[in-house]
């Protein structure tokens, strides 16, 4: 082998092992960050109120509801079927901010660094490990004439719907009038 094919043969091995160099130190800082990002992004909650302050709603990163608040004057200025859709509006609105929170924290890892399988052949690939932010499905109106049916519940059949619990004792039967009650939840439904 002669002088230069030498000198031509040791360059290119120095520059590939720069290039080496440079490609594990960016998979070193992809890994970092996505390791900072994925503890943030455990973290991640959102918290929703409802806009006539009834219902407050807190998801957790995993889209799961942790904590929901009714205010007890809930009970007389709405109805459950109104209530019921309150709480899974917040709730999929919750998941939906938390996803995108989510996404803009690893949106980082992605923005100015090659991914290490554009460089290397074989190479892992980060980017697969980055959640993709999707838009969260509408939520389906409630019917117009106000009906609402919740599947989630389980319904007995008429007969085996247990009976109201008798009133307290020293107090009188409520009266079998037509007037509607004032609150559903003091109504004794």
Not at 3 to 31: C, I, P, W, Y
Not at 163 to 186: H, I, V, Y
């Amino acid at each position: 082998m002669s002088g230069d094919d030498r000198a031509r043969l040791e360059a290119r091995n120095a520059a590939m092992k720069e290039q080496v160099h440079s490609l594990l130190d960016t998979f070193t800082r992809q890994t970092e960050m996505l390791r900072d990002a994925q503890a943030a992004a455990a973290l991640t909650t959102a918290s929703l109120t409802s806009e006539d302050g009834l219902v407050r709603a807190t998801v957790d990163s995993g889209g799961v509801l942790t904590n929901l608040e009714i205010t007890p004057s809930a009970f007389d200025r709405s109805t459950p079927e109104a209530l019921a859709r309150t709480v899974v509006r917040l709730a999929r609105e919750g998941a939906a901010q938390v996803r995108q929170q989510v996404a803009e924290l690893m949106s980082p890892l992605t923005e100015d660094l090659p991914d290490l399988a554009d460089l290397v052949e074989g190479a892992p690939s980060l980017s697969a490990l980055i959640p993709k932010f999707e838009a969260p499905p509408a939520p389906p109106s409630p019917a117009d004439d106000g009906s609402f049916e919740d599947r989630s519940v389980l319904s007995l059949p008429r007969e085996a719907t247990p009976p109201p619990p008798p009133p307290p004792r020293g107090t009188a039967a409520p009266a079998d009038d037509d007037e509607a009650p004032q609150s559903w939840l003091k109504g004794g439904y």
